[in-house]
């Protein structure tokens, strides 16, 4: 079960022509220049195809894939130019081990400001921050980060913020390069409405023609049309590009290969000290979580809990285990015992999580130990800040105690 998109902050993260930003990071006296990096280019030559164009470089018509030999002809290099010529380009062969350190620069950032990260390719992730920020100071956290980044590792990127992952992608776009878009929930289907289709996030140029060829144009025309007719025109995926352009992307933001933690939470429309609801909707979460963990064939060493109070004050407690296991009752068990700490409490969202996973079932640990209450210890780890409260999401923190004090 997703959590309620309009629960989620999910922020798309893309550096601005990444390997471009990488050349003028290596090289300052590029910075407003056209540069084109060549994939299969050598220093001087004419063959290879390019992989990356800057900006300054696309306004001379090279774009990305085109022959190096065609972008020559669009825009010469610079060394070959007499002295005085303009316009021209400044090439430069990929330098992929070069390219790397600074992703993993990026990636730093990333993992530090937000606990679940879906890196997609070099230059581009996802990012869930819902259990770091609120809707209220997301602009600023997103800022923040943008900033980070660009004193981490010298490169710019645009930021997309939005309830979903395809919404996110789309504002990521929106602004290029350096931009900042965020998109509230409530406000999706307003911004994308007027777009045209192929800015949608899963709709090529070949899937963008023949929409057209349906008098579909933007993304509200695809939002109004028949879902039914679309499925008919192309299946499965005509009824996921029809969602998206609704708004609805239930997809969770999941890192690639297999996670280091499973967890679920869901937030009440009306803040409730109301013990019973408390307790039935942790019992959902345990419920949710062991079942994905099942799924995955995972065993965990830790349980804990989230409890938000109003306005934003998070709680977290843990209880590590004696070893890893995969035990519905037990988490139950562990989640009741951590959780009556907190009734009577006016509470906003619960959360339940299980992490240190292992995905090797011959290593479950023997759980007499548990049972005889010789394992399993009260973790110290109370909160991020250390007060048993999420100071970044109570808007009385600087940017450093959002993004970490390492800047």
């Known amino acids: 079960m997703s959590r309620p998109r309009g629960d989620r902050v999910v922020l798309h993260v893309d550096v601005d022509c990444f390997y471009a930003a990488c050349e003028r990071r290596r090289e300052p006296a590029l910075i407003g220049e056209p540069i084109v990096v060549g994939m299969g280019y050598e220093d001087g030559e004419s063959t290879g195809a390019v992989a990356t164009a800057s900006y300054e470089a696309r306004e001379h018509g090279v774009e990305s894939a085109q022959a190096v030999s065609r972008a020559l002809e669009l825009l010469p290099r610079a060394e070959d130019a007499p002295d005085g010529a303009e316009p021209v380009g400044h090439y430069r062969p990929v330098d992929m081990p070069f390219y790397e350190s600074v992703s993993e620069e990026v990636r730093a950032v990333l993992h530090d400001v937000a606990d679940t990260v879906r890196e997609v390719s070099i230059d581009e992730a996802y990012l869930d921050v819902t259990d770091r920020v609120g809707w209220h100071s997301v602009g600023v956290f997103a800022e923040s980060l943008r900033e980070r980044i660009g004193e981490t590792a010298g490169v710019t990127a645009s930021v997309g913020v ?39 996030h899963g709709v090529g140029p070949v ?110 407690r843990e209880r590590s285990l004696s070893g890893p296991v995969a035990d519905a009752d037990l988490v139950r068990s562990v989640v ?63 940017l450093v105690d959002f993004l970490g004090a390492d800047r």
Not at 290 to 305: H, M, P, S
């Open 162 to 200: 939005a309830p979903d992952m395809a919404t996110a992608k789309v504002a990521s776009d929106h602004d290029k390069p350096d931009g900042l878009v965020v998109v509230e929930p409530g406000e999706v289907r307003e911004f994308l409405a007027p777009l045209p289709v192929g800015q949608l």
């Open 207 to 316: 899937t963008a023609g023949e929409l057209g060829e349906m008098g579909i144009h933007t993304a509200g025309d695809l939002a109004a049309a028949d879902p039914g007719a679309l499925a008919e025109r192309f299946g499965e995926r005509g009824r996921e590009i029809h969602a998206r352009a609704n708004g609805r992307d239930d997809r969770d933001v999941e890192p690639v290969g297999r996670p280091k933690s499973l967890s679920r939470e869901s937030a009440f429309h009306d803040p409730t000290d109301d013990v019973d609801r408390i307790r039935e909707r942790f019992a959902d979460l345990v419920a949710d979580v062991v079942a994905r963990a099942e799924d995955r064939g995972a065993l965990y060493r830790t349980v804990g809990i989230k409890v938000v109070r109003p306005p934003f004050e998070v709680n977290t």
């Open 336 to 398: 009741a015992d951590l959780a009556a700490e907190f009734e009577g409490d006016t509470v906003r969202k619960v959360g339940v999580r299980v992490s240190n996973l292992s995905f090797d079932a011959a290593t479950q640990a023997d759980l007499r130990g548990w049972a005889e209450g010789e394992s399993g210890t009260d973790d110290a780890d109370e909160s991020r800040d250390g007060r048993g409260t999420d100071a970044g999401l109570r808007g009385q923190t600087s």
